[in-house]
Each structure stands twice: as C-alpha cells, then as structure tokens.
C-alpha cells in the first residue's frame, strides 16, 4: 500500500476556530493538488477533499472534475439506492441541515451511473489474477456469490429467468454490494496498524487479514442486502467492522490470559458475549513471502453468531460453558 499523505486524525476539523479552518484549507489545496495530477490519495483523503469539494464555496469544481472522487461519489449514491435499484421508491438525500426528497430526473440519472459501476465491477472480479490481496478476496467471494445466484431455483428451473428484470436487478445489486464491501474494507486496512490485525492465544500468532475482513463483511453482515437466502447469521452492534480486529484481540487476550484453553486446540473457538454465543475459527495456511519461500502461518477465517440447532446443540454436549469475567463465557471443550 502506498503512503498517505495525511494522518487520518488531520482530516476533520477539530473545532470552529478560524487557526483550524485555515489549517484544513491548507490540507484541502495540497490533497486538490495532488488530485489534479492523479498522484494517489488514501480513501480518507479522498473523502476529506472531495467532501470539500462538495461543500466548496469558492471555485473548487465538482466531484466529476476529479477521478479521485469516483468512489466517495459512489460509496454516497450506493446507501441513497440501495434499498431499491429499478428506482421505483423515494429516494433521499442530506442538503445543508436538511434532507430532500430526489425528483425522478436525478434519480434517474443516478441510478443510470451505478449501474455502469456494477458493469465495471463486473469486469474487474472476474478476473482471477489481481496482485493486490483485497480485490483478489473480493473478486473470489463476489464469483461465488454470482454462482450462487445463478443455481437459485427460481433462475434455474426458468431458461427465460436469466433474462428478466428480477435476475437483472439482483446481479447488479450483489456487484454494487461488492464493491461497496471493497471500499469499506481499503478503509478499514488504512485505519489499523500491523498490530491490529494480530491476533494471540495459547502463544500462537493468527493473522487478521484480507481473506478474514472479506468473508466476514460479505457473508456475516448487512443481512438485508443479500439477493437470496445464504443461510448465515449476521452481527449485530455488538461487533463494528472497522474495529472488529481490534474487538477480536482484546477478547482473545482476556480469554488466553483466563487458560481455560490452554493445551487445547484453536481450530474453532467459541465463546458467548451479553447471551450471545460466537464461533471463531482459524486455520493454518500457506503463503509465499519473497526472500523467504513458503511459510505456514495461522489465519482468521471467519467469525459469526450461532443460531443453528445443530451448532449449538455441538457446544452444549461437547463443551463447558465457563465464566471468565462479567461479559466473556468460554465452551471449553
């Protein structure tokens, strides 16, 4: 990843004195600079400059000026839309203090430009190669997910069905969820430190990494989006993603330093949160690091709430439930 310019802290105003004003006008012009010549920003410092841009009341352009507000614009229209991409609802959009109601010709036009998004994701994902590891992952889950879409009955016991409005409609919105989980994800990595995506139990290291953000945000959140039934259960406010490394650390930790799973294995983990029970569970994985060859190391690879019967019938008749603090019960096995 390349570096930011700006620490994230920088980009807000800190208050409303005129010395904090000219200091994010100074950050602002630096970042439009940057931006005329196309140098790269990180996703917050493309969406301090282009909220500023919006917000502009001097001869600063628009967002269609600079190519590096493509994904502010879009990350905006995509929670406007959403909820229902054939543009037959109300739509909504904040102005000033107050929110209005989007007259048809705007929405249309909106709606026109995410689904170009969702033909240009398209093209990216189905490419298997991609060097960097966050799209690689995004690109592999949003094929599956395709798939999946595809092998729904109501597609496949139709040969027409691929061709109607509904398929349609629910193919561009998995893509624009896609890339909408792309963009909040870039984020969230250029929010934490390398010690945020480590992970520690019973002295062994697990990696919080592109493939565990990834599968996680894609199957186990945003449970009103999906555009078929995955049979997944879904967070609540208890986890936040962009701190969920951080949340998963801090109870591994109070769980290793309780040793009620000392000696045993980390495969899956299970532990219960305000009456909630959770799975965690790691593997051990290859990878290739340059100078070093093929090295084995142990990966997050997904992390949900348990409501299956099955599932939690294994943790009550496999598993004792053991207290080791005011919030945090652990199944030991």
């Known amino acids: 990843m390349q570096n930011k310019t700006f620490e994230i802290s920088e980009l807000a105003l800190h208050d409303n004195s005129n010395e904090d004003q000219m200091r994010t006008r100074k950050i602002f012009e630096l970042l439009k600079q940057k931006a005329i010549s196309n140098e790269f920003l990180s996703e917050h410092e493309k969406d301090f400059f282009c909220t500023g841009v919006k917000l502009s009341l001097l001869n600063d352009g628009k967002l269609e000026d600079y190519q590096c507000c493509d994904n502010p614009k879009f990350k905006f229209l995509y929670l406007v839309y959403f909820h229902d991409l054939t543009g037959g609802s109300s739509f909504y959009k904040p102005k000033g203090t107050t929110v209005i109601k989007v007259d048809s010709a705007e929405a249309q036009l909106d709606l026109e430009y995410l689904y170009g998004k969702a033909e240009e994701w398209e093209t990216t994902i189905l490419k298997g190669n991609h060097s960097d590891q966050l799209l690689q992952q995004i690109s592999a889950e949003t094929r599956a997910e395709l798939k999946n879409l595809d092998n729904q009955p109501e597609f496949t016991n139709d040969q027409f069905a691929k061709g109607a409005f509904r398929y349609i409609f629910k193919r561009r919105a998995l893509l624009l969820q896609s890339k909408y989980i792309y963009c909040i994800a870039s984020e969230i990595f250029e929010s934490l430190s390398s010690t945020d995506l480590v992970l520690e139990i019973n002295e062994q290291v697990i ?127």
């Open 207 to 333: 990696e919080f990494n592109e493939y565990s953000l990834i599968h996680i945000l894609n199957r186990h959140y945003s449970e009103m989006t999906k555009q078929y039934s995955t049979n997944k259960t879904f967070h609540n406010e208890d986890f936040k993603p962009r701190i969920l490394s951080i949340q998963l650390k801090g109870i591994l930790k109070d769980i290793d330093n309780s040793k009620v799973l000392q000696m045993k294995p980390i495969d899956k983990i299970a532990f219960k949160i305000n009456g909630v029970d959770y799975l965690l569970w790691t593997s051990e994985e290859t990878k290739s690091i340059k100078g070093k060859g093929n090295i084995k190391f142990r990966r997050l690879n997904t992390f949900y709430p348990v409501t299956d019967s099955n599932e939690l019938e294994k943790l009550n008749t496999d598993y004792a439930l053991t207290k080791i603090s005011n919030t945090i019960s652990v199944y030991v096995p």
